[in-house]
């Protein structure tokens, strides 16, 4: 079954808005939580990430939040820009020596 | 931004045929995934190697290979024996095999002729 779940799917936000992503994970020993920007055709990039002893992780207009107890975590964009449209995915690195990522979420800034 | 190389961008499979994808990093990182990516869902790990001459399945390795002969160097095949090989190619790379960061190469793109 999944490991990682992603939602939503698509999103779509008018610029300057902010956007939230949510991933949960099924494996409380995980504890390495990437997430991943990737343009049309284009390699997936790290925008942030959070290790399992911080609660919260913040770049600029990008930060992330963990909740390990309910074993979720969420990307936050703030102040969304044209250039923000992408797809963006979550991971989690587990037992097992693997990463699983999410199904992806298709982000759309209206300009 | 270098790093990670993969080629060829775009492949072409006849039937019956085995093809090969490269990928080469200068990052001097001792593991090296591969991954496919279909259109809405996430990255699948086909396998991982974590040194030189050793490699693992990922979820997905039935209908391909590799071999990790130099460090530097982490190519896989595509079988006739995968049946629906169709999708977008990602290698990626990592200080070793555990909770760090994966750099990531541009991707091969498979078409089945």
């Known amino acids: 079954g999944e490991n990682v779940e992603q939602h939503p799917s698509t999103l779509s936000v008018q610029e300057g808005d902010s956007a939230v992503i949510k991933c949960t994970y099924s494996?409380?020993?995980?504890?390495?939580f990437p997430w991943y920007k990737q343009e049309l055709g284009k390699r997936p990039q790290l925008i942030i990430d959070?290790?399992?002893?911080?609660g919260e992780k913040k770049d600029q207009r990008i930060a992330v939040t963990l909740n390990k107890t309910a074993k979720h975590f969420s990307l936050h964009i703030t102040e969304t820009q044209p250039e923000d449209s992408a797809v963006y995915f979550c991971?989690?690195?587990?037992?097992?020596?693997?990463?699983?990522f999410g199904t992806g979420t298709s982000l759309t800034v209206i300009p | 931004d270098g790093g990670i190389t993969q080629s060829p961008k775009y492949l072409f499979r006849k039937e019956g045929q085995n093809v090969t994808l490269s990928c080469e990093q200068n990052?001097?990182?001792?593991?090296m995934y591969w991954y496919r990516q279909d259109p809405g869902q996430g990255l699948r790990l086909i396998y991982y190697?974590?040194?030189?001459?050793?490699?693992q399945k990922g979820d997905i390795a039935e209908g391909y290979s590799v071999s990790r002969e130099k460090k530097e160097s982490f190519p896989l095949t595509v079988t006739s024996a995968q049946k629906n090989p169709t999708a977008f190619y990602l290698c990626?790379?990592?200080?070793?095999?555990?909770?760090?960061?994966?750099?990531f190469g541009d991707g091969t793109r498979l078409s089945i002729l």
């Open positions: 990626a790379s990592s200080i070793v095999v555990s909770n760090q960061p994966q750099h």
């Open positions: 494996d409380s020993a995980s504890n390495y």
């Open positions: 959070i290790r399992s002893n911080v």
């Open positions: 991971a989690a690195f587990l037992t097992g020596n693997q990463f699983y």
């Open positions: 990052l001097n990182h001792d593991a």
């Open positions: 190697s974590q040194i030189v001459n050793d490699f």
